[in-house]
Structure formats: structure tokens, C-alpha cells
């Protein structure tokens, strides 16, 4: 199992990053920039992915939005921001490879002469409208802001959602979109990666041409946060939302995105509720039916991670029986780790996904973002088969070591969020959180 | 060499594209078995297509096919219910169980190598599923706590306000979920009862694409299912006669949700079905007015207006009369505009802005130049698959569908505007707050608007 490219860095700083696969008349163009909501400040928050809106308005040699020209060549495409990265991507038929290089090198280049105050503020519209649908609207929807804004300082750049305090949204203006494209949106601050039916050759010779003249720019600094003092006591929250059965969320923070215990934890998460016979479901929904559903995760990220599980009450059962039930497991892992059997489980769906990341040379997840992931993380696209590793050198021992020293039964941000004007559903001692 | 940025490139040459050769067989019980090479990842997909869904419901238990489907997994064979997780788990496979309107399909990608063990675990949960009383009572519960969610869920009330009030009665008038009340009612026996009605050899196709040769995908299915023996146990209906559905009381309903941060829209009515012969200019169609990103509605409502994060509009092709419907979200104070919007784009289609030449070609061209894509993992391509043994279309549809779509002209698109977009029939359904909603619902003019409950 490998993903195999070749690098090349242009003059400029632009890495270029090629993945051959010929089995469809299809290319992958798939471009990171390292900035995300992570490098916003507190009363700016939800600007990166603001901006990121913007790039699909036009740029200055092609200003009649982004999206015509390429869905009429038969592109789908496409963008996201993280707290880490934004990444843009075309999946494009192979005759239009130049199409997708141009009008992504022209909004890199070129996109400040296009922006306008009414692009701008119909984005803004926009974006408030992902914001009511995605997270306002929608049940549990505000639960994420209030389990980061516990875990981080408010200065910490982890503190907010990369969707932003409507608020800071409402605030942003068309100035600050110029200084934020002047400080991330630069040869030097990306990845490019080309994969699918494309020579490796021929693709490097067009990234230089669309993108070799594009000035540089200065690299910036890296974000440097304190790494968070777990708590030694839980801290117990309370949120009141529109939703029928109350639901429980643990988050501890946990090793970042590519540290060691990062892997182990997510298997952890694996051992926990992946599956019916994983141990919270097993327990909790299958035979002690007290939750309606049980997910555990690892959220990697590159400064720091936090690991969450999330359970929802069954009707008549309480969040204290569902917050014993998980408690009662956590120490029975922490205490006795894994055994083989479930490693062994957990490994083979493991390796499953990473075969299932190979099917696809564009979108989200597939080859070519991949390849940026690793370069962009690691300085290394080369880290599939040692990502993999991580993966299979993991052992009982190392699994439990992790989740004893990482998921301590103290040190957890717990959140209640129970239906609107029944707080006592919530655990004991929950303090009312205001976020919206 | 400078980039000339004057104009955009132009595209190359096509490159040529052999769509996937499906060879079919059928077993002597009547399982038809069609496989695909697919030999770019060391990988299997496994596809099992019984043409029963929730349509095949009684009018008495809606909700049966669908909590069927659901206990196929929940013990099999000689396995337990926890059992046959603990085996899916042991070959890394994914499995997706759906059961849609008009079928029920398990879905399977695992490892090459466990392309046997995959196959017998499809088959043990189609054909020997156990469908035990206590696996039975969990699952229920589990189905009734999702439909306590979905209370408040705008996307999913909005949904079942409208396949009820469009449809009424119709076998597709409700959502595979079905009802709180008649899952209630529900015992253990009807589950069986339906299953020895509905899955039954000669009614299932198992589609089988991935890194393995014909032969050897063909021998492995086949060496699965070949000792199915069961014979139907009662009929289903063919959605081919079912009766047309009555017309909605009403054009306009609202589900009230106090307070709501967004009105959650759908538009529509029954259009056409998938087996209609003018299919592809219905598409190119709906492309041209919500059908992606640079469609007339998604420009208009968001691009233009800021009034929502996007606008789309589909037929959802069955292979009765399925609907044609606009989905989106938008903001409450802008609920009234963004329907009189969507309202004056779909009529604007049909009358004084037809569709030109160039929103023609791009239709086709976003249609057609995109195809291959389709076609990249063998997941995808034995949904494909499935597609043509649901809908009886012909052996050579894949490699047909870019002609037949380059084919059609602007009168051809216009026509299928006309024939199945009909905006005196449109029905709208808002999920938001009554109060500071109703005025300006009132003002579009499409007579009372009718309250639906959340049941």
C-alpha cells in the first residue's frame, strides 16, 4: 500500500506535489494554503473561512465567478476551512487541466483587483446563512462552540469554531480581506498537488508556467500556543437547546495531530464505538440501552488535539446513568487496555481506510489532499506508508498507556445540553453556558 | 513562457473514456449476477438490489420495509447480531444498508481477499436474517428515538410535510422511516412476513465490481446465493400501476417552529419518472435552473440576494412519478422574497426567459464532461449498476448517455421545462415561525396556508 508523487519546489516557494494515475481522463488540482481559523484574533474570528467564500468570486482576469468555466468543462469543485488549513480543490477532466492551473493561479495572484464591497458583502450574507443553517437552526448545533470555548483560553486560538461569532462576521471589512490575502495567500504559504491522468513531467512544467510568476511572499510566522494545562477537575457545563433527548459530551485534551498517542488515541476512539460490539455502544446502547447512540473521536489538529465522546440519552434515562455507564468503561480500559481481539478489529478497518483513501484522486480525502495533508503537516507527502505504520505498530500496552495518561477521569470538559427549561436533566452541578 | 491571462484556455482534445463493462449472468434460482473489473485498488465492492422499498409498505404499517432493512445486520445465519458486526468489523468492511422509496440495497466495499467472506455475509443477512424479538425491540426503539429527533430537525420536517401533503395516500406519501404509531404497532411477525414476501431470488440482482476478473467475481457470488431456494411468499405491487396521486388541498403550509433561526423551504410537486423517455432533457433541464452551483436559482438567491448558503432544485427519478423539488434554507426575514424568487425563476423558464443556447451548453457540458467521474471507485460503480437493474434501463446505457445528451437542443430542454415543471401545481412548504412568517406568506397569493402538525 503506497501513494507515490514526485516534489518539486518553484522558485517562488510554491511546493508541487504530482500523483500519477491514469485509470480515468480525470486530474485532481488540489491547492493548500497553511492558514485557517487558527491564525484569526479574538474579535475577528470566522474571517478565514469568510475569505475562503471570497476566492470563488473572481479574480482579476476572470471576474464572472469561479464556478462557470469549470463546471461548464465538467469540473466538480469545491473548498473548506479548518482551524488549520483552507484547501481549494477542481476535479477536472483531463483536457482542462490548463482551465483548472489558470483560474486557480489567477486568484492567487490576482484576486485583490476583483474584490468589491458588494462581493463582499454578499458573502457575508452568505456566510451568516451557513451559520443559522449549520450550526443556529440546526439541534445540538452550538454544542461544539461551547465544549472548545471550555476546553481553550479565550486567547487561544482553538477557543472559537472555524465558522466565527456571527458578530465577528458582521464585523469583518473589505480592508482586513486585503491584509489577510497579503499574509497567507502566497506561493510560499502553499501546497499544490496535481493527481490522476496527468504525466508527472508535463505537470510540473505547467505548474511553473501558471504559477512561477507570482511573487512570493514572506512565510508566516507559525502560531505558537502554549500547549493547554489540563484541568485537574472536571468542569461541568449546562447548555438549554431546542432538542428532545439530552445529550452528553466528554472532551479531554489530547496529543496533536501526528504526536505520539495521536494514533493510538484515535484507535482508541476505534476500540470505544466503532461497531456494536465497540465498548460504549456494546454497553450503552446495545445491552444497557440508556443511549440512543455513542460516538467517540480523536480530533487531530495541528497544535493540539481533544478527544470527545458523545452520548445521547435514551427517553426516561438520565445523563448521569449514561455519564457512569462511560466512566465505568474508560476505567475498565484504562485498567486492562484492549485485548488482541479488538486490536485486531480496530487495525483491520484501519488498514481498510486507508485502501479506501486510494480510490479517489480528487475531493475531500482523496490522493491529491492526502499529499497536501502530509506536506503541509509534515513537510513529507511521502508520510502514507508511515502514517500507516503508526497505525500498525500500535499494541494493547500502547493503547492503554495512551488512554491512561491522556483521558484521565478528572480532567474532562463535560457538557450537558438538555432540552430548553429543563436544566435539572443536566449532570450536577453544571454551570449555565451562553453561546449562540 | 508568460501566461497569456487575455482569455482562458481553451480545453484540449478529449480524452477517450471506456466505461465499465458489466458481464451478466443470471443463477438458475433467477439472481441475476453482474460483475466489473475495477483493478486500480486491491478491493471489492459487493452489491445486493431487492426492488422492494418503502412504497411496498401496507397503508397500515409505514415504516415495515424500512425497519425490515434495518434488522437484516441485527443477526444472520449462524451468527448473532453482535456476532455479524464482530465479522464485518474483522474484514474492515463498510456496510450501508438502505432502503429507499423503491428498494432495499446492502452495500459492501471490503479487502480482495475477503471477497468470499463479504459475500456470505451479504448473503446470510438477505436471505437467513434471524429477525430475533429482542434485536427487534432494540432496533424499534431506536427507530421511534429518531423520529423523536427528527421533531427537531427543520430539513427532516420539512421533508415529511411534503412527501405527505404531495403525495397524500400515494404508496410514496410518506418517508421510509414511516410513523411513530405504526411502528408501534408493529410485531415481530410482520417482519418476517414481509421479508418471505419481498426478498426473494428472482426478484434480487447482486452486482459485484473490484480486483478480480469476471470469472472469479462471478464464481464467488454465485458459489453465494446459488442455494437460495425461496420462492416469494405473496406479491408486490408494481409501481408501474400505481394510481396517480391526488392533487394537494393546498399550495402553501407551514410547520411552525417558534422562534426559528431559518425558514427551511421545499418546492414542488410530482413530476416524472425515471424510465420517461425524455429523462435527459429533463436533466439538462434542472441543470439549467437549479441543478448546480451556477444555475439560474442557486445565482439568484444566493449569489445575488445573500439570502441562503444555496439553492438547488431536482427530480428525484423513481421509478413511479418521483417529485421535482427546490431545497433550501434561508433566512427568515427573507422567506416571502427568496419563494417569490424561486417562483418567478421556475415560471421565467417556461415563458420569458427561455432557456438559450449558452445555458444549453453548459448544461450538456457540465453533464457530459463530468460523466467519467462517476466512474472512479468500484463502490460508485456498482451503485451505477444498480441504477440500470432498478430501472430495466438498457445494457448500453453508460456508454449511450453522452450522445443522448449532446443530442438535445434548446427546444428539446424547453419542452421537458414545460411538460414537467408546472408552477400552477407547485406546492411550497416552509418549516419556520408562523408569526413573523404568515404576512408575508399571505402576500404571495397562493390562497390559505395551511398548518401542518408535527405529529
Known sequence: ????????????????????????????????????????????????????????????????????????????????????????WEVVPTNALDLALWMESDRMGYLLPALTDAKFANQRDVVLNERRQNYENRPYGLAGMAIVSALYAADHPYHWLTIGAAEDIQAARIDDVRAFFQRYYHPRNASLALAGDIDAEQGLALAEQYFGEIPAGEKPDPVIVPPPQPSRQDVRMVLEDRVELPR????????????????????????????????????????????????????????????????????????????????????????????????????????????????????????????????????????????????????????????????????????????????????????????? | MAVDRSRLPSLGPERPFRFPEIRRATLANGVRVWTVEHRQVPLIAILALVPVGASSDPSNRPGLAAITGDMLDEGAGDRSALEVNEALGRIGAQLDLEVGHDATVLALTTLQRYLPRGLELIRDMLVRPRFEQREFDRVRDLRLNRLLQMKDMPPALADRAFTQLLYRNHPYGHLPIGSEGALRSLVIRDIGAFHRRAFAPARTTVVAVGDASHEELGAAVAAAFEGWAAEPDGTIADPDTFPDPTAPASRLAIVHRAGAAQSELRIGHVALPRKAPDYHAALVANMVLGGQFVSRINMNLREDKGYTYGARTAFEFRRAPGPFVLHASVQSDATADAIREALGEIRAIRTDRPITRSELELGRASLTRGYPRSFETADQIARGAAQLALYELPDDYFSTFIPKVLALDEADVTAAAVKHIDPARLLSVVVGDREKLLTGLKGLELGDVADVAVQ
Open chain 1, 1 to 88: 500500500m503506497n501513494l507515490s508523487y514526485t516534489k518539486h519546489t518553484l522558485p517562488n516557494g510554491l511546493d508541487v506535489l504530482i500523483h500519477e494515475d491514469h485509470a480515468v481522463p480525470i486530474v485532481a488540482v488540489n491547492l493548500w494554503y497553511h492558514v485557517g481559523s487558527k491564525n484569526e484574533v479574538p474579535g475577528r474570528t470566522g474571517f478565514a473561512h469568510l475569505f475562503e467564500h471570497l476566492m470563488f468570486e473572481g479574480s482579476q482576469h476572470y471576474d464572472r465567478g469561479y464556478f462557470h468555466p469549470l463546471q461548464e468543462a465538467g469540473a466538480s469543485l469545491n473548498g473548506s476551512t479548518n482551524a488549520d488549513r483552507t484547501n481549494y
Open chain 1, 248 to 436: 452528553l459530551y466528554l472532551a479531554w485534551h489530547s496529543p496533536g495531530l501526528f504526536k505520539d498517542g495521536d494514533a493510538e488515541l484515535d484507535l482508541v476512539a476505534e476500540v470505544l464505538s466503532s461497531g456494536k460490539t465497540s465498548r460504549l455502544y456494546r454497553a450503552l446502547v446495545y445491552e444497557q440501552r440508556i443511549a440512543t447512540e455513542v460516538a467517540a473521536s480523536q480530533n487531530s489538529r495541528e497544535a493540539g488535539s481533544f478527544f470527545q465522546i458523545v452520548a445521547t440519552a435514551a427517553p426516561g434515562r438520565t445523563l448521569a446513568e449514561v455519564e457512569r455507564a462511560i466512566a465505568k468503561e474508560m476505567a475498565r480500559l484504562i485498567e486492562r487496555g484492549p485485548t488482541a481481539a479488538e486490536l485486531e478489529r480496530c487495525l483491520a478497518q484501519a488498514e481498510a481506510h486507508f485502501l479506501f483513501r486510494l480510490q479517489t484522486v480528487g475531493g475531500f480525502g482523496g490522493k491529491s489532499d492526502q499529499l497536501n495533508a502530509y506536506n503541509t503537516f509534515l513537510g513529507d507527502p511521502g508520510y502514507f506508508a508511515r502514517d500507516l505504520e503508526r497505525y500498525r505498530s500500535a499494541t494493547p500496552v500502547l493503547l492503554r498507556a495512551a488512554a491512561e495518561t491522556h483521558l484521565t477521569p478528572a480532567g474532562r470538559v463535560i457538557l450537558s445540553v438538555v432540552p430548553r427549561g429543563r436544566v435539572a436533566l443536566a449532570l450536577p452541578g453544571s454551570q449555565p453556558v451562553a453561546v449562540s
